[in-house]
């Protein structure tokens, strides 16, 4: 851990509960007359079976007292979970099966009434939305900025979460993410102090920082600058499986029995075991190896950052001095490489990575690929993916683009609630060009920059339409159309 551990501290940590009362069952070799159907693997398709082995399976059981409930824990995955909150330094912390999505979802119904109002970053992950017509709140948007230099996307700083709460002094909670898909983290104690002075409700979408706490030389995690829900999916980066994340609890403004009911309302009843197991080995793997594991990491991640911009003249990586000279931070674990020079984009390199060289991104976009490092990566997987984007460099070249990073205005008027919208029936379709001046019911968002530019609820302007057309001429797709080509956009008619 970051911060200097107690024996006992280290003694409780070294304990797997949930993953151990697995093992023991799986051991047993009992007579199974509880689902899942095929029985312990014995019906699982041999394909399958002859690739991951038959012991696996032992693992996926169902709810009973020796394996625990996820939504009335009492035992192994109670225990389990109060080590996960032990080693974040939280009140409490929720097991979840649906991946960091579910979460933010959560941490919405959790924290604001129906009617409330919420400061929130545009750029923000799409589950935002989900959140929100649930919850029934009232979204107050911040405008991302956009350094062009950069090609990258900033979510909200401090100065504008600050303007936002003097404008808009009724808000109830404030909805940050941080660190963002490329790695760069906001001004996290800064934003909750000044949130808490005034009485607001901080909710941090982390899913890229689960391993924050866990290195001294990476940047603060919102569990440590005091946010009151914060979600990380462990999957991303620590070792857990895919779908396997976490929410953080640790607020004096919000009721965490609230919290427990909204989580087990949302969650599956029947969650894979094998899942969480992996979460209960995810934290003590990271508290007892995490410094070592992640100081690799970062060395191989900024020997690679150093190199390509050392030595391959069409890409470059921005650096952690640079973003803090922008005054945020970023998590060097993260390898963004900005690929315009090349004359291709993101999108065809990354294509290119995968059928010719084997190496597959987690993300890109026009303008560049994004490498995430995880606690399994190696100096050597670096070595591949320098090796590969040189020798890309020397073989193709693509035509010089002047393309540019923008969207437009999306300060726009919210006449209803998304959730109102949502649920109504009364929707009619209209040609672009028509739709202005009336209220959205659908959203939309073009890839890229996969920001939405469309809401249910907000006044639709000139200068969105003619944003959306002039995407739409190019052959970008925009997520939440209906058709092949986005001709129409869905209004609310009454």
Known sequence: MVRKASKSFMARQLKAPLYDALWAHAKRNVVSFHCPGHKNGRSIDKELKNYTGEEIYKFDVTVFDEVDSLHDPVGPIKKAQELMAQAYGVKYSFFLVNGTSVGNMAMFLAAC??????????????????????????????????DQNLDLI????????????????????????????????????????????RGKIVLVDEAHGAHLVFNKCLPESAVTAGADLCVQSTHKVLSAMSQGSVLHFNSNLIDCNRVKKIVSMLQTTSPNYLILASLDLAR????????????????AAEEGR?????????????????????????DVTKLTVNVTKTGLSGYEIESILAKEYNIQLDYADLFNLVAIMGEGSTKSDVEIFINAL??????????????????PSLATEMVMRPREVFLSGDTKKLG??????????????????????????????KEICDYLIDMSSKDIRISGQETEMLKTVKVFTN
């Open 284 to 299: 003590r793997q990271a508290v007892l190896y995490g410094e070592k594991k992640f100081n690799k990491v970062i060395e």
């Open 306 to 330: 150093l190199y390509i911009n050392k030595n391959i003249n069409s890409m470059k990586c921005f650096t952690r001095q640079e973003m803090q000279k922008l005054g945020v931070d970023l």
């Open 390 to 407: 040189e020798d890309i460099n020397k073989k193709y070249h693509g035509k010089q683009k002047n393309w540019i990073l923008k969207i």
């Open 113 to 146: 009434n129906p009617g409330d109002s919420i400061i929130i970053s545009r750029s923000s992950h799409k589950s935002i939305m989900a959140g929100i017509i649930m919850s029934g709140v009232w979204p107050i948007w911040i405008q991302p900025k956009i």
């Open 154 to 197: 900033f979510n909200s700083t401090y100065d504008q979460i600050k303007d936002a709460l003097d404008r808009y002094p009724e808000t109830k909670a404030v909805f940050v993410t941080s660190p963002t898909y490329n790695g760069v983290v906001t001004e996290l104690s800064k934003i909750v102090g000044l949130c808490h002075r």
């Open 432 to 461: 672009l060009k028509k739709a202005v001046g009336h209220i959205a019911a659908q959203t939309l968002t073009p890839y890229p920059p996969g920001i939405p530019v469309v809401i249910p609820g907000e006044r639709i302007t």
